[in-house]
């Protein structure tokens, strides 16, 4: 996978790295911090290869939900594994984000 040795894509991985479990944060507010967009973080995001040591699931939309996958199965595994993690999502699929948003440290 070529795309994921891109520097800006390193870069994002090194952020999402930092989200603890029990955490999340949104894709616009890392495309912020690292100077790109949102698109381009889920892109990022989809260009991990399977077993990677990114903790991708901790990256959510600024609605506070899981953003549907184009497998369809993706979301779910997302949310599965968000639960583990022990974030809670209200009836419409939300997360609370004023309880769960990571604050990154400037």
């Not at 990677?52 to 199965?73: A, F, L, M, T, Y």
Request: aromatic share 8%.
């Amino acid at each position: 996978m070529a795309k994921a040795l891109n520097p800006l894509y390193q870069q994002i991985y090194t952020l999402v790295r930092q989200i603890p479990p029990g955490m999340v944060s949104t894709y616009g507010r890392i495309g912020h911090l690292i100077g790109c967009t949102a698109r381009t973080v889920g892109f990022a995001m989809a260009a991990l290869p399977p077993g990677s040591d990114v903790p991708w699931q901790r990256v959510i939309n600024s609605q506070g939900k899981v953003s549907p996958r184009r497998d369809g199965e993706g979301n779910l595994l997302q949310q599965d594994l968000l639960v583990a993690e022990g974030i809670s999502f209200d009836t419409a699929g939300k997360i609370d984000l004023t309880h769960y948003l990571y604050q990154f440290s400037a």
